[in-house]
């Protein structure tokens, strides 16, 4: 795992196109998360109900340093943090240095006994995403991934809730990203790794994001969360 060059600009100068971030979410990986969905997708996969998150609107960018602090905010339990949108690999500048951040507060936190894992979801396949030096890097930052176009056929029944069932391991595979000798172990939670319900079925209340009761572009914390 490499860290970024002279001329890339860092988590303090680069912005990240943001849809939403909410806390808390438990529905998008084990236990109780913080959920990041980035703005931007030129997949348009035939289907999919987050169209509000496919133009790259400059509107919506913010700087990752701001996304960092709120993420440091926010109070405890937080197992993980998933990153989904939207395609966030088309941001992969804004990505890197999201996932570098994060990945400098674990290790800076060493009251921490568990650390927060990453899991981040993907549009393209993962072969695509090994075959570039840049988004592979990005890869070995993720503790998982789960890649691949929603595909709408798979999802019988429309858009009602049963349909995020359907989507886990059928239409986005999970990986563990093979960790590069001298990197971070991957932290293996033995448990399933379930579907974005933003690719393609309903969005889960609460979720803070258009449709669910909040504003696009908002870090959103439950007033009942401290």
């Known amino acids: 795992m490499t860290g970024p060059s002279a001329d890339e600009p860092s988590a303090s100068e680069q912005t990240l196109l943001l849809a939403k971030a909410h806390y808390p979410v438990t529905t998008l990986g084990p236990g109780v998360r913080a959920g990041i969905w980035t703005q931007g997708c030129t997949l348009h996969c035939p289907g999919c109900l987050s169209r509000d998150t496919w133009e790259a609107d400059p509107g919506k960018a913010v700087p990752v340093a701001a996304v960092l602090g709120w993420l440091r905010s926010l109070p405890r339990p937080l197992d993980g943090v998933t990153v989904s949108g939207g395609e966030p690999f088309q941001q992969p500048e804004a990505l890197a240095a999201l996932l570098r951040g994060i990945r400098a507060w674990q290790d800076g936190s060493e009251h921490e006994t568990i650390p927060v894992d990453i899991l981040v979801y993907s549009g393209y396949v993962y072969s ?53 000798a001298g990197a971070r172990a991957v932290r293996s939670s033995g448990r399933r790794l379930p579907a974005d319900r933003s690719r393609g079925s309903a969005p889960s209340p609460g979720v803070g994001g258009r449709g669910a009761g909040g504003k696009a572009g908002v870090l959103h914390r439950d007033p009942a969360e401290g």
């Open 128 to 180: 695509r995403l090994l075959r570039s030096a840049r988004t592979s890097e990005i890869l070995g930052l993720c503790d998982a991934v789960i890649t691949g176009p929603y595909v709408d056929r798979l999802n019988p029944g429309g858009d009602t809730p049963r349909t995020a069932l359907y989507s886990g391991g059928v239409v986005q595979p999970a990986h563990r990203p093979a960790v590069p």
